[in-house]
């Protein structure tokens, strides 16, 4: 059964809620918070993050030509937005929390051009986007998104964001390791935490090769990198694909320019998949979650049960009132 439009919305207010509270915590007067890792709470082990080598994983083997324009999907304050600046004309920006496109406005002014920032729904790209960019990427965002429904709808969109052959890359969080991950096709809308609090994990590249084939990409490859700062899954993984067509100012969109960068064709394989989810359902992190929240579900039984007997002891040996 689908899930509902309002279910979809509570989970998507929840995340707005999170992200203003983390905003709020974090120390955006100066820049000083860049040079640490708890200075900030939006992207956390910021200084980490800062050393780790997004631009070989997103950008190697391509090649841009003059005027290339990006756009980066939950840009947080900023961060890959001032660092992906060298590479592009432009790089524009999109994030569901308000509190977080203010800072990354304020942190952007410094560079040769202005991004374009807008806060989103959370599970969509503003209209104007349509056909504007040659170049999609996000990192450590979607991973932290556990509603199916809603990364697809991200992915779709970046797919209408992109011209006739743009290019998506993206990183979401891989294997298992996370002790509150959820399954790739779940849409937890119960989650009551996001930003690593309940984040989605792949446990076969062809969970993400079904989503893009259906959207319309085509070309799709994949790396896996080790684990970035902070977080606590197994592994990363980068996926690249390409909407068709030959319009966008990016060259070399072809996976035989990319296997020197690690990257391996990516395809859909569903009896691969299932095999991978059955054993994870069945002996990784999300069938122990699973398992125990069926003991904890038999020990609330079994503890409302002892009460109702407690209560009946209770009631048949209390004396009878006595009257004068």
């Not at 915590?25 to 080598?53: K, L």
């Amino acid at each position: 059964m689908p899930t509902s439009p309002a279910a979809i919305a509570s989970y998507l207010d929840m995340e707005r809620r999170e992200y203003a509270a983390l905003v709020a915590r974090s120390q955006f007067g100066d820049e000083a918070f860049a040079a640490s890792n708890s200075g900030e709470h939006v992207v956390g082990s910021y200084a980490g993050h800062e050393a780790f080598d997004y631009e070989r994983w997103l950008l190697g083997g391509l090649t841009r030509q003059p005027g290339a324009v990006a756009i980066d999907y939950g840009c947080g304050p900023g961060r890959m937005l001032k660092r992906m600046a060298r590479f592009f004309q432009r790089v524009d920006g999109v994030d569901i929390s308000p509190e977080v496109i203010a800072v990354a406005q304020r942190r952007t002014t410094d560079l040769p051009v202005r991004p374009r920032l807008w806060v989103t729904d959370g599970a969509s790209l503003p209209v104007d986007t349509a056909g504007q960019y040659d170049f999609a990427f996000s990192v450590i965002c979607l991973q932290h998104i556990c509603v199916h429904t809603v990364r697809y709808q991200i992915l779709d969109g970046l797919y209408r964001a992109l011209k006739p052959g743009g290019v998506l890359s993206f990183q979401l969080g891989y294997g298992p390791g996370h002790p509150n991950m959820v399954d790739y096709e779940h849409d937890f809308v119960q989650a009551t935490a996001t930003n690593g609090g309940t984040d989605v994990g792949v446990v076969h590249p062809g969970e993400i090769a079904a989503d893009l084939t259906r959207i319309g990409f085509t070309r799709l490859a994949y790396a896996l990198t080790p684990t970035g700062p902070g977080d606590r899954h197994g592994a990363w993984i980068f996926v690249r694909a390409v909407k068709p067509g030959s319009v966008a100012a990016i060259g070399d969109a072809d996976l035989a320019y990319w296997t020197p960068y690690g990257f391996t064709a990516l395809t859909v394989d569903p009896a691969a998949v299932s095999t991978a989810r059955h054993i994870q359902r069945t002996h990784g992190v999300v069938g122990r979650r699973r398992n125990l929240h069926r003991k904890l579900q038999d020990a609330e039984r079994t503890l409302t049960s002892l009460r109702a007997d407690l209560a009946r002891a209770i009631s048949s040996n209390a004396p009878a009132n006595s009257q004068d």
